[in-house]
């Protein structure tokens, strides 16, 4: 039935029912035909009478210097990780942070399209570790939506960080890379779940010449503690810390089917092949679109057949259904 109703949005409104002329190509465009309802470039309000209908707000990508998408953590994660990992001594609150997981620096208009879907939403991140030297304190974490993918190869929540010469909060980073050098060490950032007694690295890190001296470092394996903390994915930007903190970032549109596409295990396919739909349609006709982003096409019609999460869509109709769609 799902299936059904998509086509007959898909034909009727978006005016594609020429790229279903015939039963012979209804195996490649009927495939097309159903995927380009998601395509962001086709998204459009449902009809509603004149009276009502919204006004839609054009979306714009504003650059902003040194911005980043980050998973920026509530009020209650923040208060739970100070209790739960202080930092002793005098400290100044500008060297203490406790607040985000960097998701991307500097992103380009790309990138926040792909995750457009995913900002303003609630993410869970579970706690792996603890590293820490003279300089800086971070939690190694791992976001429970596996769609959110950080650029940094260690996903982390800067907690400390001395704050002078090259020792700013991007120095955690470099110190999990550091430890991941040490091959001891890096086999504890994951120890627990091969071997629960090996929790613990402790040890010196060579110097990293012109840069940063040795220095004397630990990692302890947290899993076993199950941690777990909360926060809300955001473009830096647009994320308002005052007594209420939110996340003010306006998606470039609420299509109900492409977040169900990006949500499946299909969403780096599904990204793909919009991003194709999208470039070609203003670019070339209509024909040329088609036959151009087919091996895209045919990449995300495989990977949803081969997963039960879009078996909704997966549903073939009768080629009595079809036809009457097409002559329709």
Sequence with gaps: MLGHLVRRHLIRGHGLSKFVPCKQERNFTGALSLLALSAVSFCQEEEQPEQVKPVKKKWTFNQVPNDYMAVFLDEDSVKALKERFPVGGEIGENKLHYDHMTVVFQPSEEKVLADDDMLTEECVLHVIGIAKDEHCSALLVVPENPHIISENSFPHITLYSEGKDHYESKYSNILFHRLADEPAAVRVFKSFKDSPKDLKWEGDLPL???????????????????????????????????????????????CSFCKFMKGGPCRKEFIAWENCINIRKDEESSNDFVDRCGNQTIDLKNCCDQHEYYSLINNDESDDTEEELVNE
């Design 208 to 254: 990293v010449p012109g840069i940063y001296p040795s220095t004397r470092a630990t990692f302890i394996n947290l899993e076993h503690e199950q941690l777990t903390i909360r926060g809300t994915y955001c473009l830096a930007s647009t994320w308002d810390s005052n007594d209420s903190p939110r996340c003010t970032y306006q998606r470039e549109n609420e």
